[in-house]
């Protein structure tokens, strides 16, 4: 499957839906790849006000394209968008 073996973390900004602010948020490379495929909300936290969410379809696409840049820049093989489901709505 092309990205096996991806725990590091992938640190992307959420807003945070207390206050507003942007706030960072890390979760592991194939946590997001796996509640992509699975066509799951990734669930986020905010640290300044400590809430707790699911993501919308609009924050999960964003925060996929994080995890592929981030994941482009180790060096690593591009994991790449165009093998995995699509889900267009
Ligand atoms: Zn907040």
């Not at 206050?19 to 509640?35: H, P, R, T």
């Not at 006000?49 to 180790?74: L, M, P």
Request: include cysteine; charge should be positive.
């Amino acid at each position: 499957m092309g990205y096996s073996a991806v725990k590091f973390p992938v640190k992307f900004p959420v807003k945070c839906p207390i206050c507003g602010g942007e706030v960072l948020f890390e979760q592991s490379l194939s946590a997001i790849v796996d509640a992509w495929l699975h066509d799951q909300a990734i669930r986020l936290t905010s640290r300044c006000h400590g809430a707790r969410w699911n993501s919308t379809d609009v924050e999960r696409n964003q925060i996929f394209e994080y995890a592929e840049a981030i994941y482009a820049t180790t060096g690593k093989s591009h994991f790449g968008l165009s093998y995995l489901p699509h889900q267009s709505r």
